[in-house]
C-alpha cells in the first residue's frame, strides 16, 4: 500500500482545480498548429516512428506536461466531470486501473481529499492498478489484479465502507484484433459494475471505459437497470480514431434494484 503525504508540487493542485476544464484550460485542441516531425532512425519501426509523432503533436499530452498531470487521459475524466459533475468535495472514490495516476490526480483535487480547500468536505481517493504507481498525495494506491478472485474482498477491505463513485478506465494491452480487444474491456468493465453495484452509496456514480461493439448490450441493460441515467459518451480528449467511449452512470438505485425489477417483471 501507497499513502503519499503532504502534497504534491505540481498537477493535481491548481491546474486539476476549478481551472482545467472549466476556467484556465483551452480545450486542448487547436492549440498548436506548428508540427514536429519525427525523422525515421536505425533500429526504429514505422509504427514507433508514428506513436512519437503523433504523442509529440498531440496538443493533450502537451498540456498534461505542461499542467502536471501524468498522461493526457487525466483530461478524460476532467471533461466528464465536467458535463456530469460526480466528482464534488467529500465523495469517497474508487479508480479502478489507475496508473499512471492522471484520473486520480484529478479526483484527489476535486473531492478535496487534501483538505486544502477550507470549508468543504474532504474526500478520498482509493487506487488499484495491475502495475506500481508513483505515490500521489490525498490518495491511496494499492497494486492488484482486479480480476483475481479476492480481489473485490480486498478493496472492500481498503475501501472500508461505501464509495460514492467507481470509475474505471481499466484495459487490458492491445491484442491487435479489434474483437479480442472488445471482449477483454467488456469483461473489465463488467467485473468493475459487480463491484460498483455492491459498494456504492445509493445515488452513487458508476463510470467506465467500454469500446464499442457487440457485447456492450447487456452491460448497457444492466446498468439501465441499476441506474436512474446512462449516458454514453465520447469526451474531447478521446481520440477520434478510437473506438473508445465512456459509460456515465448516475443515481445508483440501490442494492437489490435489479432483483427487485426481474420480479416485478
Ligand atoms: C488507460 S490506463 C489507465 C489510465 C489512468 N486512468 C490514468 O489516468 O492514468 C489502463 C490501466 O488499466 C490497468 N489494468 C488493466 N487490466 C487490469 C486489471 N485486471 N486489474 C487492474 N488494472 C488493470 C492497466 O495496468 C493500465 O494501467
Known amino acids: 500500500m501507497v499513502k503519499a503525504p503532504g502534497k504534491t508540487g505540481g498537477a493535481a493542485g491548481g491546474a486539476a ?30 509504427s514507433s516512428t508514428l506513436w512519437l509523432e503523433r504523442q509529440l503533436n498531440d496538443p493533450y499530452v502537451l498540456r498534461a506536461r505542461k499542467e502536471g498531470y ?6 478524460k475524466i476532467l471533461e466528464l466531470d465536467d458535463k ?23 479526483a484527489v483535487n476535486r473531492v478535496n481529499a487534501l483538505g486544502d480547500r477550507s470549508g468543504k ?15 500521489i498525495a490525498g490518495a491511496e494506491i494499492h497494486q492488484l489484479d482486479f480480476l483475481a ?57 458508476f463510470v467506465a471505459k467500454v469500446l464499442a461493439g457487440g457485447a456492450e448490450q447487456e452491460l448497457q441493460t444492466l446498468l439501465k437497470q441499476n441506474f436512474r441515467k ?23 438505485r440501490g442494492r437489490g434494484a435489479a432483483s427487485a425489477e426481474d420480479a416485478g417483471a
Open 84 to 106: 456530469f459533475r460526480f466528482l464534488v468535495p467529500g465523495a469517497r472514490v474508487v479508480d479502478l486501473g489507475c496508473a499512471p495516476g492522471g484520473w486520480c490526480q484529478i
Open 149 to 205: 478472485e479476492d480481489a473485490d474482498a480486498r478493496v472492500k477491505g481498503w475501501l472500508g465502507g461505501r464509495a460514492d463513485v467507481v470509475m474505471s478506465d481499466m484495459a487490458a494491452a492491445s491484442s491487435g484484433h479489434k474483437g479480442t480487444d472488445h471482449l477483454r474491456i467488456i469483461a473489465l468493465c463488467e467485473a468493475a459494475a459487480q463491484f460498483a453495484f455492491d459498494v456504492l452509496e445509493e445515488g452513487g456514480t
Open 121 to 135: 468536505k474532504v474526500g478520498t481517493v482509493l487506487g488499484v492498478d495491475l502495475q506500481e504507481v508513483e505515490p
Open 70 to 75: 501524468r498522461g493526457r487521459a487525466a483530461y
Open 17 to 46: 482545480g476549478g481551472g482545467a476544464g472549466g476556467g484556465g484550460g483551452a480545450s486542448g485542441r487547436g492549440q498548436r498548429e506548428l508540427r514536429v516531425r519525427v525523422k525515421t532512425a536505425k533500429g526504429r519501426k514505422l
Open 230 to 252: 446512462v449516458a454514453n459518451v465520447k469526451p474531447p480528449a478521446s481520440r477520434a480514431d478510437s473506438s473508445e467511449k465512456f459509460v456515465v452512470a448516475q443515481g445508483f
